[in-house]
């Protein structure tokens, strides 16, 4: 392999594992979109981008550290207040870009756009979208010794960083040795009236929603210092369900997102 190509390939696995869900999740989040695209975007999508949504689900990771989109490394995840609103921060937060693509897609404005520019939008929406809906992507200025920065678990005797924890939940965890696609077959199976609730409302709507819930695990699931084997069972349960809950909160809006842009 040319050092060219291993150093780029370095660089796209550190900034995998430093910033996302793990592909596995965002591959995941991005199969459970694709089911639940319209006959109309799932065409107009293939169209653009060549390629399922998953292909290009941890595209914004390896592409973190280059030149051209060194800006967006810094819109993985989202800051909140103590009312659970998300926080501006000159712009460095995903819901903020989110809420700017889909603004300039929406009702044919994509038409206006060149080719290119409207890959690189979806390719960073099925990014940021699912990465909004990682528990460890949600911080809180409120917290006055924040416990993402200090937590750690022990797993098989190891310590596991909180952020590093969620990460990887999914794949290591929850349900080990599940595919992508025995994810959309075990929980892809909520019916119109429940995915419709879920994509209900705007992305600041769902980004307060995630900062309400998302308290959750930072407060009362994960024990410091403590093996994970040895947890309660009721923890690591309710851990598995916030994952799954968010991995289809995740696919669901993102499909929404993008069969409203497409509608027209």
């Known amino acids: ?113 060149t080719d290119s520019a409207i890959v690189v939008n979806l390719k960073l929406l099925i990014h940021m979208v699912g990465d909004m809906h990682c528990p460890s992507h949600n911080y809180y200025d409120d917290d006055p010794n924040p416990r993402y920065k200090r937590y750690s678990i022990l797993v098989n005797g190891k310590k596991v960083h909180w952020h590093k924890f969620w990460d990887r939940s999914a794949v290591q965890f929850f349900h080990k040795g599940w595919s992508s696609q025995d994810y959309v077959k075990n929980i892809d199976n909520l019916t119109e009236k429940q995915i419709a609730k879920i994509v209900k409302g705007t992305p600041e709507q769902w980004a307060k929603q995630n900062g309400r819930d998302m308290r959750e695990p930072y407060r009362t699931l994960l024990i410091p210092h403590v093996e994970f084997s040895d947890m309660p069972e009721e923890n690591k349960q309710r851990m598995c369900e916030i994952v799954d809950l968010q991995i289809l909160r995740g696919g669901y809006r993102l499909a929404h997102i993008i069969n409203d842009i497409f509608k027209y």
């Open 1 to 113: 392999m040319k050092v060219r190509a291993l150093i780029a390939l370095c660089l796209a696995f550190v900034a995998t594992e430093a910033m996302a869900w793990s592909a596995h999740t965002h591959i995941t989040i991005g199969h459970i979109a694709e089911q639940h695209l319209s006959t109309e975007a799932k065409a107009k999508t293939h169209h653009y981008l060549r390629h399922t949504l998953a292909y290009y689900a941890v595209w914004q990771d390896d592409v973190a550290f280059s030149k051209e989109y060194a800006e967006t490394r810094y819109w993985h995840g989202v800051r909140y207040d103590a009312k659970n609103r998300y926080q501006y921060r000159e712009g460095r937060n995903a819901i903020t870009h989110i809420i700017r693509i889909w603004d300039e897609m929406k009702d044919g404005g994509y038409k206006k756009l």
